[in-house]
RNA sequence: GCGCCCGUAGCUCAGAUGGACAGAGCAUCACGCUCCGGACGUGAAGGCCGUAGGUUCGAGUCCUAUCGGGCGCGCCA
């Protein structure tokens, strides 16, 4: 979305490319920058082979010759008068590739100076003006959240966190299923068989309990899915018992719903009820059919997809009302779309964290919108399925791992770890770290992979703790926390109030690759912010923070801190880890995942 | 039957918009604390990127077939 937006660069590495871009000599070439590959030494490079084709010259002297031109350019008065701060040093020529090296030393000012001045706004970009509305979460009210709920969650969440940190305006919304059919089911059942000291104590339990035995005797006898409709019929006509009945599943549920994502560091902005876009989605309908984006078929309405590759043919349709009468979801979730629109107006985006399985719906929604007058508007995130080892996901048979007892497992397992590596840790603050530890745990490894794949459930994977996980990145931001900690009052009294003159200092000092590496890797966490927003993908958040933790332990292991050889070295070494410090708590939040102080 | 998604090391995964030798973690083997916490670091081994064609100066990435797995396909949500 943000691909070819203008912005002036808020970052040192923004700024390089952008100056290589606009150097005089590139304009009108068909040279495309790109970043340089990791131990090039370069920052970015201009591949030259398609150029060098179009003039009939070999690529690897079209660099040579293109290297010896930028560098006059970038020496000529005319670019220094445009970049007077210039941070490019020099253009190589490599097989075929023009590289841009910047000064070494700037560049780490740069950097340095960038984390000084933002502290921990650094990595955030200023308002964009732009408001996105990102529904996620969305349960189903009786069913109790899965695993499979899980990854909306904290997809979504981790989403709207960074996307903030890019500048939109972001409105969350849980929207709850709570109309259909299937409360028939809900009311005809617990008539039958429902327990009303089970439903105050626990309400999710129970309502799942008396969905699971409703399908289990429909099966035996087909006719209870009659009285079900006719249950759910007389809710919708307004019928005192059913809609007070009804009122209670509702409000327990939610209340267990907040709990238990609440575990999650998860707060909804805002909850949505399917039930409330009843009436809206009747009236748009008939509006639909006034202005013939619906029609009728076989009795009920429709709006009809047109194939894009053949004329005459149509596509799964988008259904909104029965041929009782009745609305369908896709109507109230229209409906519901539509209101997003004018509540937040001007809206750049309705973004709709739901599992892969539901692309035909989104895509025929988008189509939807697009006839109504928005097109490009609705972006369906999707993210693959979670099975089990024994099967799919089936909470009609009982074939579910709780998100509750996921959590509590993460922390038992957590809590054993803890009490073998650090046996003098209090306990309650036990419990407080193996929290953070256990759901970061959880959380990150369903982050750091691609959001699209498939993945099995699996107890070792997800309670993973050591190599790319969570607990590695909390472990090397503790590792900061202890340093600093055990630094002299007066550097950390000159690291809080840091004079601009301190950071040609701290530069020079900067000599070894561990170090310098590790101040890379910290400037290179604006442009994650950046790629992740745009791409929606937390992973590519989470790979820039699991690189830098990792710069963070080689640091650590090669290069003394409180120990460096002189106080010029030690105060820039402890700039360095200060940074990394904030740095990696902030990017971790921004996943939605604590850091402890200690662990 | 049609449509969408996935297939990269023994296992779990990065490699978006085609580009410089395909990278991590786990597991395996070998190393490393007189020094800020070893939930760590260093090294080794491990790959015809499912298969076959094609486009291109260049393909893990794009196209076409094909195999394997997942999901979906009008009155559920």
Known sequence: MNQGMIESPRYILDEIRMEAESLPCTRGLPLKIQSAPKGSGAVYAFPCFQYAKSIGKSPIETAEELAKEFNEKLNSDLHKKEFPHSLIDRFEALKGYLNVFAK???????????????????????????????????????????????????????????????????????????????????????????????????????????????????????????????????LQQGGEKERALWQRFRESSLEAFEKTVARLGVKFDHNWFESEFEERAHDLIEELLAKGVAEESKGAVIIPIPSPLEAGVWETPLLLRKSDGTTLYSARDLASALARIEDFEPVEKLIYVVGSEQALHFANLAKALERIGYPDILEHVRFGMVSLPTGKISTREGRVVYLDDLLDEAKKRAEDIIK???????????????????????????????????????WQKMLAFDGNSAPYLQYAAVRCAKILVKAEPGDRKRLEKPKDADIPRMVAE???????????????FPQAITEAAQRYAPHVLASCLYDLAAALSRFYTEVPVLKAETDAARLARLALVRATSRVLRKGLALLGIETPEEM
């Not at 979460?137 to 499979?148: F, H």
């Not at 073998?420 to 982050?447: C, F, H, S, T, W």
């Not at 900067?510 to 290179?524: D, F, N, Q, T, Y």
């Open 104 to 234: 070494e030393k700037a560049l780490l000012a740069r950097i340095l100076n960038d984390l000084k001045d933002y502290g921990d706004e650094y990595g955030s970009y200023p308002d964009t003006h732009q408001t996105i509305v990102v529904d996620y979460c969305s349960p189903n009210i009786a069913k109790p959240l899965s695993v499979g709920h899980l990854r909306s969650t904290i997809i979504g969440q981790a989403l709207i966190n960074i996307l903030r940190a890019r500048g939109y305006r972001v409105e969350g919304i849980n929207f709850m299923g709570d109309w259909g059919t299937q409360f028939g089911k809900l009311l005809y059942a617990f008539e039958q068989w429902g327990n009303e000291k089970k439903l105050a104590e626990e309400p999710i339990r129970h309502l799942l309990e008396l969905y699971v035995r409703f399908h289990k005797e429909a099966k035996e006898n087909p006719a209870l899915e009659d009285d079900a409709r006719a249950a759910f019929k007389r």
């Open 420 to 458: 073998e590596k650090n046996p003098d840790m209090p306990e309650d603050a036990r419990a407080e770290v193996a929290k953070k530890v256990g759901i970061g745990a959880v959380i990150y490894a369903d982050l750091s992979q691609d959001r699209i794949k498939d993945i099995t459930f699996d």
């Open 510 to 524: 900067i000599e070894e690759p561990e170090s310098i590496e590790l101040l890379m890797a910290l400037g290179r």
